[in-house]
């Protein structure tokens, strides 16, 4: 079993529906470089909930990360 922490984030977006819609739209595809990145800094997994105009980043990481 991996020794894992739990790092959980939240952010406020602009409260404005059309440009929430748009952040949403640019992040349904994320380029192979970004996961690459993500992966190399030592995030095992990422969740990101969007709540109204807030943004919930849930992260696990391994020993690595810093």
Do not use: Q
């Not at 602009?14 to 690459?36: C, F, V």
Request: charged share 25%; hydrophobic share 40%.
């Amino acid at each position: 079993m991996k020794n894992l922490k739990r790092y959980c984030f939240a952010l406020d977006l602009i409260n404005d529906k059309e440009l929430i819609a748009e952040y949403k739209k640019y992040h349904e595809e994320i380029w192979p470089e970004i996961t690459a990145s993500i992966v190399d800094s030592g995030i095992e997994t990422l969740e990101i909930y969007c709540v109204s105009n807030r943004l919930f980043m849930i992260m696990e990481v391994n020993n690595s990360f810093s």
